[in-house]
């Protein structure tokens, strides 16, 4: 009986120290598994942290573009520098990882791409070039690598999210387990049981602590992730209304500019009626005549769907019809054109549009006196050099024969006019009788 109470001794002593190996083994594996989930948390926070960076870089760069407000610079200064020390922390986490490296190496490449090609488009801007960084940013070229950026970024922390996943649930069958083989040396250990049971009661407890601790980290983790998201798409909603709000604007300014100036025109009208000193009546019918042409060139100006381009045929056929009822009465001139099908930038097309507006002027004042019938012959396309041009011929009666043959204000417009497109107005005879002049733009882009 005494051998056996003595083995019996000796093999519930081998069981409690079974179980208290297995108790160990289970404190070890919930503390490398919280330490494991404290730094995974931190590695995605830091990984979002960089992603956030690199979006509100984008965001005020986007922001200088459309009110050129020097507060969306300094933002933009301090996300590039926040996000070097943000790539260099995420670098020191993952050192030692062949795989994580090499994510964060692409991310780092990603970035640098991203913030040359912001820096490039800021310079633009601040350089006065607004139109080609605007460009850029409308490109696909911005949008593409901030969706890559965003990729890598989200694949590397789905790889993390993966990995704690994997780790986890073989910590998890490990301690179910270990967990078995303790309750069974329980159960057989009867001769200890209190201190068995005691015990187990403070490693159960352990481990209810490490579980509430992991639930209480994967919540906290989760509401992160919707404030941040929240905040995503507060930026992306307060970023489409500014959008919108620009179009709104520049729409209106350019009706507001052509009204503006029709309303102009009409009161030099009315003080042309009061005027009866015939200098003071020619200078106030000039500058009607030219504010005129101003208002109809911005009446008439339809922007595209880019809110930059203006299709040119449509605008200076417009701009003629304009000028055909104001100018002439009933069917004594007529007009024909021929306008090539282009895509031009807004403000090149309404200066050309001035331009040929004091030109058909011109024509139709100088050339035809006396109440003459005649043509205006007005074309816009490519000559044979490849250059565009503008002409605009008569059959009135000539250059030598015209009662006022001098240089007034109105060539003096389309001089300086001129000079922006790198050329200057040529006159010639058109044929036998009537005047051509010819406009050459070499400078103005064409756009697709």
């Not at 404290?38 to 956030?52: E, I, K, V």
């Not at 300094?74 to 996300?79: F, K, S, T, V, W």
């Not at 009662?403 to 050329?423: A, P, R, S, T």
Request: charged letters at 25%.
């Amino acid at each position: 009986m005494a051998y056996r109470r003595q083995l019996a001794v000796i093999i519930s002593l081998g069981l409690v120290l079974l179980t208290a190996t297995s108790t160990v083994f289970l404190s070890r594996g919930v503390n490398r598994q919280l330490d494991d989930v404290s730094s995974t948390y931190q590695l995605l926070q830091q990984a979002d942290q960089t992603l956030l960076l690199a979006t509100n870089m984008e965001t005020s760069q986007r922001g200088y573009l459309l009110t050129l407000q020097s507060s969306y610079l300094d933002l933009y200064r301090a996300a590039s520098l926040s996000i070097d020390e943000s790539l260099k922390q995420l670098a020191a986490m993952t050192r030692g990882n062949t795989s994580q490296e090499a994510r964060v190496r692409e991310i780092e490449e990603l970035t640098a791409q991203k913030q040359a090609e912001v820096k490039q488009t800021i310079e633009l801007a601040i350089a006065g070039h607004q139109e080609r960084a605007i460009a850029n940013i409308r490109s696909d070229r911005g949008k593409a690598l901030m969706d890559r950026l965003r990729k890598t970024v989200r694949s590397f922390m789905d790889e993390e999210d993966q990995r704690l996943i994997e780790r986890n649930e073989k910590i998890n069958r490990t301690r179910n387990w270990l967990t078995i083989a303790a309750l069974a040396a329980l159960a057989s250990a009867v001769m200890l049981a209190c201190l068995l049971f005691n015990r187990v009661q403070r490693y159960l407890q352990q481990l209810s602590e490490g579980q509430s601790a992991l639930m209480s980290e994967n919540v906290l983790l989760e509401q992160r992730v919707a404030e941040r998201t929240m905040e995503l798409e507060s930026a992306r909603a307060l970023a489409e209304r500014e959008r919108q709000r620009v179009e709104v604007l520049l729409q209106d300014s350019n009706h507001r500019i052509g009204n503006s100036l029709a309303t102009v025109s009409s009161l030099l009208g009315l003080q042309l009626r009061q005027a009866t000193n015939e200098d003071a009546r020619r200078v106030l019918i000039a500058a009607r005549d030219r504010v005129q042409t101003i208002s109809t060139a911005h009446r008439r100006l339809r922007l595209g769907e880019d809110l930059e381009t203006v299709r040119a045929d449509e605008f200076l056929q417009a701009v003629i019809e304009d000028i055909s009822v104001s100018l002439t009465s009933g069917d004594r001139i007529n007009f024909e054109t021929a306008f090539a099908s282009l895509n031009l930038n807004a403000r090149d097309v309404t200066t050309i549009g001035i331009i040929l507006g004091e030109l058909v002027t011109n024509a139709v004042k100088h050339a035809f006196p006396d109440h003459r019938r005649g043509t205006v012959f007005v074309t816009f396309d490519r000559g044979e050099d490849g250059v565009l041009a503008l002409t605009v011929a008569d059959d009135g009666v000539g250059r030598k024969n015209r009662k006022n043959n001098h240089g007034g204000l109105g060539m003096l417009v389309i001089e300086q006019l001129c000079v922006q497109f790198g050329d200057a107005p040529h006159y010639e005879d058109n044929g036998e009788a009537g005047t051509r002049a010819v406009v050459r733009f070499p400078t103005l882009e064409v756009r697709d």
